[in-house]
């Protein structure tokens, strides 16, 4: 029993609700499925000059990772503009209710994007989801009207357990686990459905996601796209270096539809 309904989630998810600090982002809550979502916002410095937001982006981070660790940080990471930073905390991770389960991710992603949407008045919201991330923001863009998107690490979970891991447990472990993930974490079906653009941050010797996988997303996505390259990245290392630069170059490009700041 135990293996038909939590495994995958105890087998893939890494829930953490330890104190993290959140280096001056204000935490808000909703509600949802009779609990409620943690949500972590931080304006840019412009933004904070101005008193006033342009561009509003909807962030969802990788697994065992949580939103209130960088928010404030990234706020000032798109060039200079007026954005706000929305950061949502999976459920069972930080202050959002648990459980942790695969199945509530998109549920809440969806739940958050309505929220910044009654708040935003009709400015552009982008998503930007990093690793398993990637999933809850492709389907946000499937099935909400989205500016754009930035997708660091894209991960079709699928693929991944049954052509990565299958092999050593002759399918018998992998097999299960990989049918019971959730429709809408599909990466591949969700990028077919989206037309919004897309900046990809492809690390090209990511341990976790390889760089084959990654390439399903971008080859199904169906909007336009830029894909960057990070030479000699792992999964978690951070940006930084020349490929900066490139990166800024394509955020102008991204942000080229929304109001200028």
């Known amino acids: 029993m135990m293996f038909c309904t939590t495994f995958p989630d105890q087998l893939i ?3 953490s609700t330890q104190h993290i600090d959140a280096h001056g982002a204000a935490r808000e809550t909703i509600p949802f499925h009779n609990g409620e979502l943690e949500i972590w916002t931080a304006r840019s410095r412009l933004a904070q000059q101005r008193n006033h937001v342009d561009i509003y982006i909807l962030r969802f981070y990788g697994n065992a990772d949580r939103a209130e660790r960088w928010v404030a940080l990234e706020a000032d990471a798109f060039g200079d503009r007026a954005i706000e930073v929305w950061g949502m905390n999976y459920p069972g991770f930080g202050g959002s209710s ?3 389960r695969l199945k509530r991710m998109s549920p809440a992603g969806l739940a958050a994007f309505d929220a910044l949407k009654s708040q935003a008045e009709n400015k552009p919201i982008y998503v930007f989801g990093a690793s398993i991330g990637s999933t809850v923001a492709m389907h946000i863009a499937a099935n909400r009207d989205v500016r754009g998107l930035v ?7 699928r693929q991944i357990i049954l052509q990565n891991y299958g092999w050593w447990n002759l399918w018998l472990l992998a097999g299960p686990v990989a049918l019971q993930i959730p429709r809408d974490l599909d990466s591949i079906a969700s990028a077919k459905r989206i037309h ?9 010797n990511d341990e976790i996601v390889p760089p084959r996988f990654q390439r399903l997303v971008v080859d199904a996505f169906a909007g336009e796209k830029q894909a960057i390259p990070l030479p000699g990245a792992y999964h978690n290392s951070p940006i930084e270096g020349a490929i900066v630069t490139e990166i800024n170059r394509a955020y102008d490009w991204l942000f080229s539809a929304a109001p200028s700041p």
């Open 13 to 15: 998810l890494f829930p």
């Open 98 to 100: 648990g459980p942790a």
């Open 196 to 204: 919004a653009p897309a900046i990809f941050l492809l690390a090209q």
């Open 151 to 157: 997708l660091h690490n894209p991960t079709p979970l």
